[in-house]
């Protein structure tokens, strides 16, 4: 992009900042400064809540970490005695209020701070148990004859704050975020920012990247000289960097703009990346050398191995197969297949001599006792408890491979094969699962360290799943096909559907009412559960907040 001396130029910082890592993330920012200085900006601009990472949940409500942010702002500030400006998120507290604010530095100073006015407060946000709203009249910087307005994130989802910003003169609007990715989330920012389009308003959306437990920041900052939908993506997704931009203030407009911007991930690619992202950070930023599975010959532990190679490189995945006597041939020869075919250490821990001690240690308690799902969940605790000992011994963190169809029915085992640090499928339902495969046999994810080709053997895709808990088992032998399992599970847990709406697309009104008993049952096995990427638009964790005891039914 050509550098006229009379426009204003803005880097975009997008960054991967980790919550309460204060000192590393001013570190950060000091190296994004001193690109700005090298490239010649005037202002650098860095996401919301930069300085304490986001979101920091109750880590706010600690004293000492918002003092800590406030004076690591005091120190970036007297970086910019001789330039360049910066924007830069944090939390701060004035006169007994803690606000979300963006800090504007410049000449060795803070000159001036915009604080949040719009809190969100819904699915995974809960801002107003945090910080007070801002107040008073809309931020306005001159820089370089330009007249910048501020906004932060969900300022920019409802009307008042940009029409306000306009209407005090704002010939820009810069905006760091924070907003994490879903798979809709394009559309709903689309939906949302246009409309106030109408005030052909340029803004500039900086957002943060990075996994934080169950939320993924895709980054994806843009520009754009008029609306959402003709952004200028400028780093792309699911990758930090910076980007320098440039707005002529005699035109008031973005100069350069749709010369090589960078495009979004879509379908799969972008789910697939999502998971990466979450597991990835969640191992990094948490400093686990690795991570072990369990290793089944099933699909959710083939898709889980591949999306763990991905994102941390085959040499730190660790597969372990536990076979049992109903453990099918062939599961052992998929299981090892898969393993070999993505890099990935694979090894095997048959656990029937401990079934057998149990099933002596026991003998006594159980004597006149038919075997039942007691016998089966011995089998999925004793694979937890050798998972979690080679977890002890080594350092690698235990994923678990539990999908949400079966997390929603509660078809999973509370401290067998729940048990774990994390999860990636957590929020895709078991049909998501087969197609996420299937794509991934056909595409290496971006940034995907993992070999390409048909990582997950075929048989893994087409067999009928089973849990091999048991002789001659399958998945459909207590359940519906997935299906009609997942189309029920959808309209009760994602859309919040009645039953009745539920019943009018044609499923059985037993099935329906069966699985909707399921669901709130199984409420206190997911209090329980490990944190897990978060994909669509209602995850369970933080979005879905369901009482354990309950007897609510909607008959």
Not at 199 to 223: K, R, T, W
Request: proline share 5%.
């Amino acid at each position: 992009m050509l550098i006229m001396s009379n426009n204003l130029r803005l880097l975009a910082a997008q960054l991967n900042p980790v919550v309460g890592d204060i000192q590393g993330n001013l570190a950060l920012a000091r190296q994004a400064h001193a690109q700005a200085r090298q490239q010649g900006a005037h202002l650098l601009v860095l996401s919301e809540h930069f300085l304490l990472g986001y979101p920091a949940e109750d880590l706010v409500l600690k004293p000492v970490a918002v003092d800590l942010s406030m004076e690591a702002v005091t120190a970036l500030a007297a970086d910019t005695q001789d330039g360049p400006a910066i924007l830069i998120g944090t939390p701060w507290r004035e006169q007994g209020k803690l606000h979300n604010s963006a800090c504007y530095l410049e000449g060795g100073a803070l000159k001036a701070r915009y604080d949040k006015r719009e809190l969100p407060n819904y699915g995974v946000f809960d801002e107003k148990r945090h910080y007070q709203p801002g107040d008073g009249p809309p931020l306005i910087i001159t820089l370089q004859g330009v007249r910048i307005g501020v906004a932060i994130c969900e300022d920019i989802w409802f009307e008042n704050v940009p029409r306000a910003t306009h209407a005090a003169g704002a010939d820009l609007l810069v905006v760091p975020n924070a907003s994490p990715w879903r798979r809709a989330i394009q559309a709903e920012r689309a939906a949302a920012f246009d409309r106030w389009s109408d005030l052909s308003l340029p803004y500039l959306f900086v957002n943060q990247m990075g996994g934080q437990d169950e939320l993924v920041f895709d980054g994806a900052s843009y520009a754009t000289n008029s609306t959402h939908g003709a952004r200028c993506g400028l780093i792309g997704q699911f990758e930090t960097g910076t980007a320098l931009v440039e707005f002529d203030p005699s035109t008031k407009q973005f100069v350069g703009l749709g010369k090589g911007c960078a495009a979004d991930l879509e379908g799969w690619h972008a789910e697939y990346r999502a998971a990466m992202q979450g597991l990835g950070d969640y191992v990094r930023k948490n400093k686990f050398p690795g991570v072990v599975l369990g290793m089944s010959g099933g699909i959710d532990s083939a898709i889980t191995a591949a999306i763990a190679a991905d994102a941390l490189g085959p040499d730190k995945v660790w597969c372990v197969m536990m076979p049992s006597k109903y453990t099918s041939e062939h599961s052992l020869e998929d299981a090892r297949a898969c393993a070999r075919a993505l890099g990935c250490r694979y090894d095997t821990i048959n656990i029937h001599p401990g079934v057998e001690a149990l099933d002596e240690m026991l003998g006594d308690a159980f004597a006149g006792k038919k075997a039942d799902i007691t016998e089966e969940n011995i089998q999925s605790r004793l694979r937890a408890v050798t998972l979690m000992a080679l977890s002890n011994k080594f350092g690698h963190m235990v994923v678990t491979t539990g999908n949400k169809s079966e997390m929603a029915v509660g078809y999973a085992t509370l401290y067998g094969d729940m048990c774990g640090g994390y999860n990636a499928l957590k929020d895709f339902y078991k049909t998501e699962v087969f197609e996420l495969s299937k794509w991934r046999n056909t595409m290496v994810p971006k940034d995907g360290l993992a070999p390409g080709g048909e990582v997950i053997p075929e048989r893994i895709i087409t067999k009928p799943p089973s849990a091999e808990l048991r002789e001659d088992q399958k998945d459909e032998d207590s359940l519906p096909p997935y299906p009609v399992l997942d189309d029920i599970l959808r309209g009760l847990v994602d859309l919040e559907e009645d039953v009745d709406d539920i019943l009018a697309r044609g499923h059985d009104p037993a099935t329906v009412r069966r699985i909707e008993h399921l669901l709130y049952i199984a409420e206190y096995k997911r209090r329980q559960a490990p944190p897990g990427v978060k994909v669509g638009g209602k995850n369970f964790g933080r979005d879905r907040r369901y009482p354990i005891t309950n007897r609510f039914r909607d008959n």
